[in-house]
């Protein structure tokens, strides 16, 4: 079946490093896509999202880049802290038009 | 001022059990879901209900029920609990319309079973 998945499950990286976390998706219909990060005990966040119409979309020190040539998405953290430690979600609009189907997930540790 | 939230936090429970788990959202959406977390971190769908009607039924076992009493609530009824149950669940909520998919999540509600 479809699938949205993530290249790498674990992602180290120094204070004030960018960091770039991938996702690669499946279903070519996919015309939404939004990137979530959740803290340990805590629910998902929503951080931002993209339309299949934009190849790239910023936000505060993020960015969401979507290259629907190979159907791969990232996340681009500028200058990441300690509070960027979490684990980062990509999600795509489901086929129903109301549900979200996650990838699964990537671990971000900042390290000072 | 929770936004959505999920109760209990945590639940402890026995085998063959049955539990309820609640959640509520003040956000004035009209899409409400369940979402289960599993050990390695993986959200999958379950239910979703718009403006008290299901609307998304998964591939869960009949042992999972939910109900919508309003808009503002959707809670999860589990029959005779099994050991594969324990996970996380998540509830979230999200306005249908431009952007559907933008949710807002509870902190979840972390289930074990026994």
């Known amino acids: 079946g479809e699938s949205v998945g993530l290249h790498l499950p674990t992602l180290s990286v120094q204070e004030g490093d960018n960091s770039i976390i991938n996702c690669a998706y499946s279903n070519s219909a996919s015309d939404y896509f939004i990137w979530y990060k959740q803290e340990s005990g805590k629910g998902p966040q929503f951080i931002i999202d993209?339309?299949?119409?934009?190849d790239k979309r910023q936000g505060q020190r993020v960015t969401v880049l979507l290259n629907k040539t190979v159907k791969h998405l990232s996340l681009q953290i500028a200058a990441t802290q300690p509070g960027d430690s979490a684990v980062y979600f990509c999600a795509e609009k489901g086929d129903s038009g109301y549900a979200l189907n996650f990838g699964k997930g990537t671990s971000l540790l900042v390290t000072p | 001022d929770t936004a959505v939230s999920q109760t209990p936090k945590y639940l402890v429970t026995q085998m063959g059990n049955d539990k309820s788990i609640k959640c509520e959202q003040n956000l004035g959406h009209d899409t409400m879901y369940w979402y289960k977390q599993d050990s390695k971190k993986f959200l999958k769908i379950m239910f979703s209900?718009?403006?008290?009607?299901?609307?998304i039924n998964e591939t869960v076992p009949n042992r999972f029920s939910p109900k919508s009493p309003d808009k503002a609530h959707l809670n999860l009824h589990i029959n005779s609990l099994e050991l594969g149950d324990s996970a996380v669940y998540f509830c979230?909520?999200?306005?249908?319309?431009?952007?559907?998919?933008?949710?807002?999540f509870g902190s979840g509600t972390r289930l074990t079973v026994v």
């Open positions: 209900y718009n403006n008290k009607e299901l609307i």
């Open positions: 993209i339309r299949s119409n934009m």
């Open positions: 979230a909520s999200s306005q249908s319309g431009n952007i559907p998919a933008r949710y807002t």
